[in-house]
C-alpha cells in the first residue's frame, strides 16, 4: 500500500483533502480525528503536520505527500516534485519595519538580524544577494520580532500582506514564491508497481489541477456566424458543433476556455447574437 502524508490541519489541510476527493479517491476513516485513514483504496493516508511532511517522505515514512514548496525547500531532503497543485499561493518575503527606510535588499546593512522560521532559505537568498546578515531562527511568528528589538527585520510567509501591515512592516523583496506541492522520494518511481501507482496518482491530480483554470462553455449561434464562431473560441480543438433539433439555422457551440478568457468570450458571443449560453465547471479535464 502506497503512504501518502497529508497535512493533518492548518492552511493546507482542506486543499490537500479536497484535491484528492475531486480526484475521485474517497477517505475512509475510522473517526474524525485518525492519524491514518484508507484513500480509494489504493493508498493510506497519513495526517501529519505540514513542515514534517518533507523530512518523513525523504526517510520513506511516507511515499508521497503533500506540503508547501517553501516547506520542501526549507527541508533541503532530496525529493522528487511531481506536481504543483496550485493551492496554499504564499511568497517568503523580506520585511523591513515601515520607518526604517529599507527599499531594497541592498538597502540593508551589513550585520542586520533577520528573524524567520526559514533560516536555510535566508541564509541562501542573503548569500547569493552578497548580503552580510545575522540569521535569528524563530519557530513562528516573526513579525513581532522587530517591534521587540530581538531583531531588526525578519523573512516571513505572506499572501495577502495585511499581517505585515498591521505589524508596521513592508515588504522588501521575495525570496520564494510557495504552493502546494505533490512529492514524492525520487527511489519510489523506479519501483515498477508503486511507481505506477504514483504517475497514476500524479495524472488524476494534474488532471483536476487543469479543469480548475478552465470553464466548459455552451451558446446557441447562428450556422452562418460559425467562422466568427470559431474565432472568438479557440478551444483545445476548435468548438465542437452540434444540431440543435427543430432549431433551423442555429446550432449549438461547446469549447472549453481559459476561466480568465470567459469574460471577453461572453462578451463576443452576444455581440454575434448567440443566446441560451451557459457555463459549467468541469471537474477533471485530460487532454
Ligand atoms: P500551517 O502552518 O500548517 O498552517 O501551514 C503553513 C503552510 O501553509 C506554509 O508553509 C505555506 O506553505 C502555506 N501558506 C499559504 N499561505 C500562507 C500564509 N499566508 N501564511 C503562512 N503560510 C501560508
Redesign the pocket.
Known amino acids: 500500500m502506497i503512504r501518502i502524508a497529508l ?1 493533518n ?5 482542506e486543499g490537500a483533502r479536497e484535491i484528492l476527493e475531486r480526484a475521485g479517491l474517497e477517505f475512509d476513516m475510522a473517526h474524525e480525528r485518525s492519524l491514518q485513514a484508507s484513500l480509494g483504496g489504493e493508498f493510506e493516508a497519513l495526517f501529519v ?3 514534517d511532511i518533507p523530512e518523513f517522505v525523504a526517510d520513506g515514512a511516507a511515499d508521497v505527500g503533500i ?5 520542501v525547500e526549507e527541508c533541503g531532503r532530496e525529493l522528487r516534485v511531481l506536481l504543483d497543485l496550485g493551492f ?3 511568497r517568503l518575503a523580506v520585511a523591513a519595519r515601515e520607518d526604517d527606510g529599507i527599499d531594497a535588499v541592498a538597502a540593508i546593512p551589513a550585520g542586520t538580524r533577520v528573524a524567520t522560521a526559514f533560516p536555510r532559505l535566508a541564509r541562501r537568498y542573503f548569500e547569493a544577494a552578497g548580503c552580510d546578515v545575522v540569521i535569528v531562527p524563530v519557530s513562528g511568528a516573526a513579525e513581532v520580532a522587530p517591534h521587540l528589538g530581538v531583531a531588526d527585520i525578519i523573512v516571513d ?4 500582506g495585511s499581517t505585515l501591515k498591521t505589524n508596521g512592516l513592508r515588504e522588501v523583496a521575495t525570496v520564494l514564491e ?1 504552493s ?1 506541492l505533490l512529492v514524492s522520494r525520487p527511489a519510489i518511481l523506479d519501483d515498477p508497481l508503486a511507481g505506477r501507482k504514483v504517475r497514476e496518482l500524479t495524472v488524476a491530480l494534474e488532471s483536476v489541477v487543469r479543469a480548475e483554470g478552465k470553464r466548459y462553455l455552451m451558446a446557441n449561434v447562428r450556422k452562418d456566424a460559425l467562422a466568427t464562431v470559431k474565432e472568438i473560441l479557440p478551444g483545445i480543438s476548435g468548438p465542437t458543433i452540434v444540431d440543435v433539433l427543430d432549431h433551423g439555422d442555429w446550432v449549438a457551440a461547446h469549447a472549453v476556455v481559459d476561466r480568465r478568457e470567459l469574460y471577453r468570450v461572453i462578451a463576443e458571443l452576444k455581440a454575434i447574437g448567440a443566446t441560451g449560453i451557459l457555463v459549467t465547471k468541469i471537474e477533471r479535464l485530460m487532454p
Do not use: N, Q
Open positions: 497535512p490541519k492548518g492552511r493546507l489541510a503536520r505540514a513542515d506540503t508547501g514548496r517553501d516547506l496554499g499561493r504564499c510567509l505572506v499572501s495577502t510557495s502546494a
